[in-house]
């Protein structure tokens, strides 16, 4: 853990560093302005608070090595994929992290609601976290099976730290650069003794249609779609979707979520992530929703943002799936058929 802006050996975790590859940023000269003596304390703060968001194969390759694995630490594959395509438990059954327990996000959601992914209760979450193994002491670690190198994995970290649990962390570069690196993998199914984990929704991380409605208005938070262009555009259809067109919240501004990974499925620098968010004028220092079409993807920007010091990013959890059915149709700007969406 970290106590007091320092590492605790053997933990896992490290203080994040956000403002440069290279620990914390240098000071200036005499010449420094009192601004920027401010801002550099801001940032210390800041440091000493997050966790970290990622860790890396190698890391994780010898906490699974060193037998670190157990109720301190679990590791979760949350990988899922479209009807028809992969099998993600089957893919688990197969061949997994040693020791990782497969998070079937299927399971943890709302199945009542009539939109898709939407969180599941408090206790809904606790009972299916606990029965993994996790309790409020542990460090999730979680990974997925893109072939992108992370697709659902953000989802559940964003998941865990709405539900109040702060020590979770991506495992960067996926299940794909695991395979490619060569670390080991087993078929057999991890059996942990369940925890007990109490779960406290933290509604600042979370916003529902109402809020986003009254947002269009008050303009008080920025709004980034994580969707590739043409679905946000309106230009290309939504995928495997029945009755649900293509477009976009009004206001809303575009990163698909694509762009936050390298070409080898690594997470892209800090300072890569701040640029594409000046490049698109989205202020990392004002309040921030992000929204997707179920509330997935909309956590790489909320991850994103995290690891360039911003923890405070809301998801909309029914996004375009809740928007598209439930908003008045000035608020939905489309391309699709000529037409609004």
């Given at each position: 853990m970290v106590w007091a802006g320092r590492v605790v050996a053997g933990s896992g975790f490290e203080l994040a560093n956000f403002s440069s590859g290279q620990g914390e940023r240098q000071g200036g000269g005499e010449g420094d302005s009192r601004p920027r003596q401010v801002t550099r304390r801001a940032e210390t703060m800041v440091h000493q608070v997050l966790y970290r968001a990622l860790v890396s194969s190698k890391w994780l390759a010898e906490s699974v090595r060193a037998g670190k694995l157990g109720p301190s630490l679990r590791v979760l594959d949350a990988s899922w994929y479209s009807p028809g395509t992969r099998e993600a438990r089957k893919e688990y059954l197969e061949r997994h992290v040693p020791g990782a327990s497969f998070f079937d996000i299927e399971e943890c959601r709302n199945t009542a609601s009539p939109y898709e992914m939407m969180l599941p209760s408090e206790a809904g979450f606790a009972d299916y976290v606990g029965r993994l193994g996790v309790s409020n002491d542990t460090h999730v670690v979680v990974y997925d099976g893109d072939h992108l190198g992370s697709f659902y994995a953000p989802r559940v970290w964003w998941m865990f730290r709405v539900f109040g649990h702060r020590t979770v962390s991506v495992l960067n570069g996926g299940f794909r650069n695991w395979l490619k690196e060569g670390h080991p993998v087993t078929s057999e199914p991890s059996c942990p003794e369940p925890a007990v984990f109490k779960a406290t929704l933290d509604r600042s991380?979370?916003?529902?249609?109402?809020?986003?409605?009254?947002?269009?208005?008050?303009?008080?938070?920025?709004?980034?779609?994580?969707?590739?262009?043409?679905?946000?555009?309106?230009?290309?259809?939504?995928?495997?979707?029945?009755?649900?067109?293509?477009?976009?919240?009004?206001?809303?501004?575009?990163?698909?979520?694509?762009?936050?990974?390298?070409e080898d499925g690594f997470e892209k620098s800090p300072e890569e992530l701040r640029a594409m968010f000046e490049a698109k004028k989205v202020d990392l220092e004002q309040p921030l929703i992000a929204t997707c079409r179920k509330g997935v993807t909309a956590c790489h920007i909320a991850l994103a943002a995290y690891l360039c010091g911003k923890p405070d990013v809301a998801v909309y959890d029914g996004s375009w799936s809740e928007w598209f059915r439930r908003a008045p149709p000035e608020t939905r700007v489309s391309q699709w058929k000529g037409g609004k969406a």
């Amino acid at each position: 853990m970290v106590w007091a802006g320092r590492v605790v050996a053997g933990s896992g975790f490290e203080l994040a560093n956000f403002s440069s590859g290279q620990g914390e940023r240098q000071g200036g000269g005499e010449g420094d302005s009192r601004p920027r003596q401010v801002t550099r304390r801001a940032e210390t703060m800041v440091h000493q608070v997050l966790y970290r968001a990622l860790v890396s194969s190698k890391w994780l390759a010898e906490s699974v090595r060193a037998g670190k694995l157990g109720p301190s630490l679990r590791v979760l594959d949350a990988s899922w994929y479209s009807p028809g395509t992969r099998e993600a438990r089957k893919e688990y059954l197969e061949r997994h992290v040693p020791g990782a327990s497969f998070f079937d996000i299927e399971e943890c959601r709302n199945t009542a609601s009539p939109y898709e992914m939407m969180l599941p209760s408090e206790a809904g979450f606790a009972d299916y976290v606990g029965r993994l193994g996790v309790s409020n002491d542990t460090h999730v670690v979680v990974y997925d099976g893109d072939h992108l190198g992370s697709f659902y994995a953000p989802r559940v970290w964003w998941m865990f730290r709405v539900f109040g649990h702060r020590t979770v962390s991506v495992l960067n570069g996926g299940f794909r650069n695991w395979l490619k690196e060569g670390h080991p993998v087993t078929s057999e199914p991890s059996c942990p003794e369940p925890a007990v984990f109490k779960a406290t929704l933290d509604r600042s991380l979370l916003k529902t249609y109402e809020q986003v409605l009254e947002n269009l208005e008050s303009k008080r938070f920025q709004l980034v779609d994580s969707r590739s262009q043409g679905r946000y555009l309106g230009t290309e259809p939504e995928p495997d979707a029945v009755g649900l067109d293509p477009g976009h919240i009004r206001g809303s501004v575009n990163m698909p979520f694509m762009d936050f990974l390298t070409e080898d499925g690594f997470e892209k620098s800090p300072e890569e992530l701040r640029a594409m968010f000046e490049a698109k004028k989205v202020d990392l220092e004002q309040p921030l929703i992000a929204t997707c079409r179920k509330g997935v993807t909309a956590c790489h920007i909320a991850l994103a943002a995290y690891l360039c010091g911003k923890p405070d990013v809301a998801v909309y959890d029914g996004s375009w799936s809740e928007w598209f059915r439930r908003a008045p149709p000035e608020t939905r700007v489309s391309q699709w058929k000529g037409g609004k969406a």
